[in-house]
């Protein structure tokens, strides 16, 4: 029966849930917990039945309409042009619809074309601290953390400086409602103004090619097959929003794990090749994504004695299995060596992160970078007084302020 005895909402509980967490592990690792509307959603916190079920596509998909019987499906309404946008990407499909969507993003996607950008993410770095170098304190978030990934991944995808701030806005009130207060009215008049936007982009770029990831994804094809326009403005809508929902918190929660863990930033100036393990561990201790997004359960499946049944829903919490410590030693110890460090904070199986070397590469650069500059960075508030960001997704904090010489 889903009981809710734990307050997985709560600002207390968001500003450390590790030790529910720990013991959810423990006493309760399938726990049912009941939605406003009734429906179930299962809690899975243990490594290995996270692993388990992000690999099982037969048991569990992302397209709610696959885990509804065909008559529910034939009698649900059409979808809005809003919900297609939001819905009809990768992240919210199944096979062969996902695979189709995936094969023709990896086309564009190119570890080639990330590599690339490693001299770029360095200039705005430095740029974005030089902006902050006159005032004696800074707040990470604001003025590091988020501006870096969303330069990054416009400047990726081909969007010019000035039209940046107005794109990403548009497609944060589509994809994020909850992070604006807008009403539908206004959220119709983004998605509007995102897709105008977009077509004309396409337009241009099928006309005159330049060397962006718009570009890359308007000529991607796979076996005489390409991305129509809704397709288009739904991918690039998803990589604008998780290429800036997700850094912001690997740049925020590491720069805090290392102020609160000076040890390890010693460790780390002594040797700075440790940044890409001491990034591995970021993405372990503190990761940004703290449960994956929802899964349905597709075909009824018993794990560790509980029955999940067709339509139930199934959250896997990352944040916990990358903390079990039947799977790492010293699980709450932030160590930036840490050998065989297989976390799972990018998730598992077809859905695994597409942006994963992105998000590495911005992090190895974005670290060094602002504690080389600032040796004498620290925190301007007590840890226990930073507030944390609201809601079951993400692990990010609204502030980071820090001052520094
Ligand atoms: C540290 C930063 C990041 C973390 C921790 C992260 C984490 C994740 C996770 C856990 C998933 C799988 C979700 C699930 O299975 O429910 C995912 C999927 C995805 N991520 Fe990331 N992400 C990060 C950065 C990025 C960036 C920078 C981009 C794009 C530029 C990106 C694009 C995507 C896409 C497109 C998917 C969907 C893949 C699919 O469904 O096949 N992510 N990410």
């Not at 909402?9 to 726990?31: G, L, Q, V």
């Not at 080639?112 to 990470?140: F, S, T």
């Not at 997004?293 to 299995?321: C, F, M, P, Y």
Request: hydrophobic residues 40%.
């Amino acid at each position: 029966m889903p009981d809710n005895k734990y307050d997985l909402f709560s600002p207390t509980f968001k500003a450390n849930p590790f030790p529910i967490y720990a013991h959810m592990r423990i006493e309760d690792p399938i726990h049912a917990h009941s939605a406003p509307n009734g429906a179930t959603i299962w809690y899975i916190t243990r490594y290995a039945d996270v692993v388990n079920v992000l690999k099982d596509d037969e048991h569990f998909c992302k397209n709610p309409a696959n885990a509804r019987g065909i008559d529910a499906q034939q009698h649900h309404k059409q979808p809005s042009a809003m919900q297609r946008l939001i819905n009809e990407n990768m992240l919210f499909s199944d096979p062969p619809h996902h695979t189709r969507l995936r094969a023709l993003v990896n086309q564009a996607f190119t570890p080639r074309r990330i590599a690339k950008l490693d001299e770029r993410i360095q200039v705005i770095c430095n740029q974005l601290i030089d902006a902050a170098v006159l005032h004696k304190q800074m707040d990470v978030i604001a003025a590091y953390a988020l501006p870096l990934p969303v330069m990054v991944i416009c400047e990726l995808l081909g969007i010019p400086a000035a039209d940046q701030a107005e794109v990403s806005d548009w497609s944060q009130a589509i994809i994020a409602p909850g992070s604006k207060n807008l009403t539908y009215r206004q959220r119709k008049h983004n998605l509007r103004a995102f897709t105008d936007y977009l077509q004309t982009m396409f337009a241009a770029r099928r006309i005159q090619p330049e060397d962006d990831l718009v570009t890359a994804l308007v000529q991607a094809e796979e076996a005489d097959d390409r991305l129509n326009e809704a397709e288009l403005s739904s991918m690039v809508a998803l990589l604008l929003v998780t290429g800036h929902e997700t850094t912001v918190n690997l740049i925020g929660n590491g720069v805090l794990a290392f102020l609160q863990n000076p040890d390890q930033l010693a460790i780390v100036r002594d040797n700075p090749d440790l940044w890409a393990t001491a990034v591995e561990e970021m993405l372990r201790f503190d990761g940004p994504v703290e449960t994956s997004t929802t899964r349905w359960v597709r075909k009824n499946i018993q794990i560790e004695g509980h029955i999940l049944k067709r339509g139930d829903i199934v959250r896997v919490v990352l944040s916990s299995a990358n903390r079990d410590e039947s799977q790492f030693s010293c699980p709450t110890k932030f160590d930036i060596q840490r050998e065989d460090n297989k976390h799972l904070a990018f998730g598992l199986g077809i859905h695994y992160c597409l942006g994963a070397p992105l998000a590495r590469l911005e992090g190895r650069i974005a670290l060094p970078a602002l504690f080389n500059r600032f040796p004498n960075l620290q925190l301007a508030e007590p840890a226990s007084r930073l507030n944390w960001r609201s809601g079951v997704l993400f692990r990010g904090l609204k502030q980071l302020p820090v001052s520094f010489k």
